[in-house]
C-alpha cells in the first residue's frame, strides 16, 4: 500500500450510461468476474435523458444486471448528454475512482462513436489515466498508475476503428444476454417505460446476436467481443504468442 503501486481489483470498466458495460463488454466481464476477478462496472451516469425509464428504476435493473455478471456497479453521477460540459469536474471523478478501486486494467469507450458521451468519456478516462499517478494531481488520495488501457467497440462507429484483440465470450453468451435483459425498460417493449425505441425492435436483437456473432467467427468461436488498445504487444517468447486467426 505504502508504495502507491498495489492494486486492489482487476479492471475498471468505465460506461457512458448505464446498459453501455452490458453491451458492449459484457461478455469478457462476466468472463473476468468468473475465473475470479474482482471487476468494477462504473457508469458516468443514471441515464436520465433515456427515452425509456427513470433514474430510479434503472439504478434497479443496474444493480440486478452486476449480480448477472458479477461484477461490483458504481456510478459517477455525470449529466447524461453532459459528460464533456465540465471536463476538470469530469476527469476529477474518474481519476477518484480509478485511485479508490486501483485497478490493473482500465476499459472504457473509444472515440470515435456516433454519441458524444461515448467521445467525451473517452477523451476524459485517457486523462484521468495519466492522470491518477501524477503526485501532485490532488483528489487526497494516493496516486495510483493502472497497467493499461483498453477501448471497448459502441454500437454505430462513424469510422470502424481497429481491433487488437477479440475476447472469446462464448461461455458467457447467456449470462451477457441475461445482464442486457436485466435492464427491462429499455430493451422490454411490454415493460411500458416510454415509446418505441431501436432497442424495444426484434432488429436490436439481431444485430446483437450476428454482432458478437461476426466477430466470433474472426477467431473461430461463436462469440466474440472485439479490444482495441494503443500501443504495440512486447512478446519477449514468440512461442507464447496467443492465437491468430487465418
Ligand atoms: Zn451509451
Not at 469510422?159 to 422490454?188: C, G, L, M, N
Request: proline residues 6%; charged residues 25%; glycine residues 8%.
Amino acid at each position: 500500500m505504502a508504495d502507491g503501486s498495489h492494486p486492489q481489483s482487476e479492471a475498471i470498466f468505465f460506461c457512458a450510461h448505464p446498459d453501455d458495460g452490458e453491451l458492449l463488454a459484457g461478455g469478457l466481464m462476466a468472463s473476468m468476474a468468473s475465473r475470479g476477478a474482482r471487476v468494477i462496472l462504473i457508469d458516468a451516469t443514471r441515464g436520465e435523458m433515456g427515452t425509456r425509464g427513470t433514474p430510479e428504476g434503472r439504478d434497479a435493473e443496474g444493480a440486478e444486471a452486476a449480480r448477472i455478471l458479477g461484477v461490483e456497479r458504481d456510478n459517477l453521477e455525470l449529466p447524461d448528454g453532459g459528460i464533456g460540459r465540465d471536463m476538470d469536474a469530469t476527469i476529477h471523478r474518474i481519476v477518484r475512482a480509478i485511485r479508490q478501486y486501483r485497478p490493473r486494467l482500465v476499459f472504457t469507450h473509444t472515440g470515435t462513436d456516433h454519441h458524444p458521451d461515448h467521445n467525451d468519456i473517452h477523451v476524459a478516462v485517457r486523462r484521468a489515466f495519466f492522470l491518477a499517478n501524477v503526485m501532485k494531481y490532488d483528489t487526497g488520495q494516493e496516486r495510483f498508475r493502472p497497467r493499461k488501457l483498453m477501448y471497448f467497440w459502441s454500437h454505430r462507429h462513424e469510422v470502424p476503428p481497429s481491433i487488437s484483440f477479440i475476447a472469446d465470450i462464448t461461455d458467457h453468451w447467456e449470462t451477457k444476454v441475461r445482464a442486457i435483459k436485466a435492464h427491462r425498460s429499455q430493451v422490454d417493449p411490454a415493460s411500458d417505460s416510454g415509446p418505441e425505441t431501436y432497442l424495444t425492435s426484434d432488429l436490436f436483437w439481431h444485430r446483437i446476436e450476428s454482432r458478437f456473432g461476426f466477430f466470433g467467427s474472426l477467431i473461430n468461436v461463436r462469440y466474440g467481443e472485439p479490444y482495441l488498445v494503443e500501443g504495440v504487444a512486447r512478446v519477449d517468447d514468440p512461442l507464447q504468442f496467443p492465437d491468430v486467426s487465418e
